[in-house]
Structure formats: C-alpha cells, structure tokens
C-alpha cells in the first residue's frame, strides 16, 4: 500500500523560505515521477513541481524561479525548496507519483499534506 508522509510546512513573512519534505513507502520509488501538489480551498488539485525518474525537473509558471524539487531515491524522499514566498503560495502541500505529461497524480491514496502560510 503506497503512502506519503509530507512534513517541513509552516508559517512564514513574504519572502521567506521553507522545505518542504515526503517520505514515501509502498512504491517502487525511483522508477516514478515525483510531483508536490497544492490545492487552495475551493480551487483543484494543482502540479507545482515535478521530478522525473531521470531527475530532469520542471514547474508550474506560477512557482517557476523561486522553487527547486528534488529527489533522493536512497530514502524515497522528495523535497521542495521554497523561496521568495507569496501569499498566494498559502494552502496545503502534497506530494504523489506523477503522471507523464499530465501530472495527473498516479495514486489516489494522498498523505495527510503540510500546511504552508505566507503571511506577515
């Protein structure tokens, strides 16, 4: 049974920086696309960040430039490195396999998220 365990999320002022961490078991990690997510109350699910298996990356345009994702296959672990915070980044961070090209989440088992608030 897939799980994702995300941790690292918090509250920071404007221009602040956060990472972002998941821990995930129950998949054969390092053969998938790894992608963190975010969904604002009332919005959909969203890509934010993607890793492929091959470890090229890519970004949604909103995040493009202040977020780095990674990936450490020994310890099944994503991260996402978060600078220059927004406002608008505020809301809950997931992470899940992603599907190539549509980043649609490959599991439909989501860990429990990781709230991150921008603020002053």
């Known amino acids: 049974q897939e799980k994702f365990v995300e941790s690292g999320g918090g509250l920071v002022q404007p221009g602040g920086s956060l990472r972002l961490s998941c821990a995930a078991s129950?998949?054969?990690?390092?053969?998938?696309?790894m992608g963190w997510y975010r969904q604002a109350p009332g919005k959909q699910r969203e890509l934010v960040a993607r890793?492929?298996?091959?470890?090229?990356?890519n970004y949604a345009d909103s995040v493009k430039g202040r977020f780095t994702i990674s990936r450490e296959n020994a310890k099944n672990a994503v991260y996402l490195q978060m600078n220059n915070l927004k406002p608008e980044d505020t809301t809950v961070y997931y992470c899940n396999a992603a599907s190539w090209p549509s980043g649609r989440a490959v599991f439909d088992e989501w860990g429990q998220g990781t709230q991150v608030t921008v603020s002053s």
């Open positions: 129950g998949i054969i990690f390092r053969i998938y696309d």
């Open positions: 890793v492929r298996a091959n470890n090229s990356t």
